[in-house]
């Protein structure tokens, strides 16, 4: 497997224009998370889904932040208008929930986003 | 990450041994781990331990558990210049779902 493919790796934009980050989780995993780093507040936990399903967004930091999962195979992480406060690394990652398992993450590369 | 912290550097020459710390906060953690992540990449995981457990050994790698402290701690002997990376310890909550907590990261820095 190819592992947790995230796109693009950098991104450069403007202030006020919208940004679509993607992920495409590990074949068969249930769970993707949605991580955003900085080095003032380091890997916050945005918003993670299960079956495709949000289950915890409490993460997300404003209505400018939205996230969808439209199949178990790709997910998207939108923000619009963005914001140079938004400049971050954002990662992926995804794991198969099984019980009683020490349940790995696995991480995506990360896009690198820039806002000017 | 706030409830989880680590020191933010640690600085040691090649072959010493490098011992980075880590104190949570949730006494009712079921696993913690360790991660590293090198330059440009994402976090991979490095190994984790079972909060029944006081000591995991992996290779290189012994992590110690201080469930009374609250502490954990990750020991890499022979300490070669490319671990150098940034080295996070997270805890999986027992009432936290599938979420984990991470601190904020120890960058180790390996002199030759």
């Known amino acids: 497997d190819a592992g947790v493919i995230q796109s693009p790796r950098h991104e450069v934009t403007e202030m006020g224009q919208e940004v679509t980050l993607r992920c495409k989780p590990i074949s068969g995993h249930d769970y993707l998370f949605w991580y955003r780093q900085t080095m003032m507040r380091g890997l916050e936990l945005l918003i993670y889904?299960?079956?495709?399903?949000?289950?915890?967004d409490s993460g997300m930091p404003e209505d400018r932040f939205s996230a969808k999962m439209p199949n178990a195979s790709f997910s998207t992480l939108k923000i619009q208008p963005s914001e140079p406060r938004d400049s971050a690394v954002y990662f992926c990652a995804s794991k198969l929930g099984l019980a009683g398992r020490y349940n790995e993450q696995f991480f995506g590369p990360g896009t690198r986003l820039t806002v000017l | 990450g706030e409830d989880v912290e680590q020191s933010l550097f640690l600085s040691v020459r090649e072959g010493d041994s490098s011992v980075i710390n880590c104190t949570y906060t949730d006494s009712s953690s079921t696993y913690l781990y360790w991660y590293k992540q090198e330059p440009g990449a994402g976090l991979q995981l490095l190994t984790y331990?079972?909060?029944?457990?006081d000591m995991k050994q992996d290779q290189r790698l012994t992590v110690l558990l201080n469930k009374k402290d609250k502490h954990l701690s990750l020991r890499i002997a022979d300490t070669q210049t490319g671990d150098s990376a940034i080295y996070f310890c997270?805890?999986?909550?027992?009432?936290?779902?599938?979420?984990?907590?991470f601190g904020g990261g120890t960058r180790l820095m390996v002199k030759p």
């Open positions: 889904f299960n079956n495709n399903v949000p289950i915890d």
């Open positions: 331990i079972f909060s029944n457990m």
């Open positions: 997270a805890e999986r909550r027992f009432n936290a779902g599938n979420m984990l907590t």
